[in-house]
T-cell receptor
Framework: GDSVTQMEGPVTLSEEAFLTINCTYT??????LFWYVQYPGEGLQLLLK???ADDKGSNKGFEATYRKETTSFHLEKGSVQVSDSAVYFC????????????WGAGTKLIIKP | EADIYQTPRYLVIGTGKKITLECSQT?????MYWYQQDPGMELHLIHY???????EKGDLSSESTVSRIRTEHFPLTLESARPSHTSQYLC????????????FGAGTRLSVL
């Protein structure tokens, strides 16, 4: 079945550092890919998405490119801030599963000032 | 952006009590979901609904039940709470054509003593 694998956390960085959180997936068809973010004490919110190969999703300085050849959707940001501290979830959806989300385990990001 | 509300935000209750966690959304979304999550950890789908009078169990076995009598309302009930039910419960909904885009409530953090 479909699955999503994320790098384990926590990931600890200093402010203004470059961020990469790895995400790879296994899917039978042509999934859409997502990054969601969960700030402390809150529910999740959509950060960015990509619906087909080579699409780049971007939002709030974060980017991720849908790489079909490597089945990856790595999240990047050039200069992180303390306010980016959160848990980041990679996910996929496919038409065959009625677009239910398949979730990665989440990666906790800690940014130190 | 969807408005989705969960009440209560926090609940501490004794073993054996019956509880209902409320979830309401104001955008007319047909698809709704309940997830169980230990804070900051992996999400587990416990129930979902594709519309009025439609409810299904998710991937994680749960002793809770749900109902969907109105489009905007998707309550979750535990008939007899136990300490193993201690967790965070997140409600989400998807707009028509959302294809994996889910809007989340802020969650209910449940502690069963």
């Amino acid at each position: 079945g479909d699955s999503v694998t994320q790098m384990e956390g926590p990931v600890t960085l200093s402010e203004e550092a470059f961020l990469t959180i790895n995400c790879t997936y296994t899917a039978t068809g042509y999934p859409s890919l997502f990054w969601y973010v969960q700030y402390p004490g809150e529910g999740l919110q959509l950060l960015l998405k990509a619906t087909k190969a080579d699409d780049k999703g971007s939002n709030k300085g974060f980017e991720a490119t849908y790489r079909k050849e490597t089945t990856s959707f790595h999240l990047e940001k050039g200069s992180v801030q303390v306010s980016d501290s959160a848990v980041y979830f990679c996910a996929l959806s496919e038409v065959d599963s009625n677009y239910q989300l398949i979730w990665g385990a989440g990666t906790k990001l800690i940014i130190k000032p | 952006e969807a408005d989705i509300y969960q009440t209560p935000r926090y609940l501490v209750i004794g073993t054996g009590k019956k509880i209902t966690l409320e979830c309401s959304q104001t955008m007319g979304h047909d698809k709704m979901y309940w997830y169980q999550q230990d804070p900051g950890m992996e999400l587990h789908l416990i129930h979902y609904s594709y519309g009025v009078n439609s409810t299904e169990k998710g991937d994680l076995s749960s002793e809770s039940t749900v109902s969907r009598i109105r489009t905007e309302h998707f309550p979750l009930t535990l008939e007899s709470a136990r300490p193993s039910h201690t967790s965070q419960y997140l409600c989400a909904s998807t707009p028509l054509g959302g294809r994996g885009i889910q809007y989340f409530g802020a969650g209910t953090r449940l502690s069963v003593l």
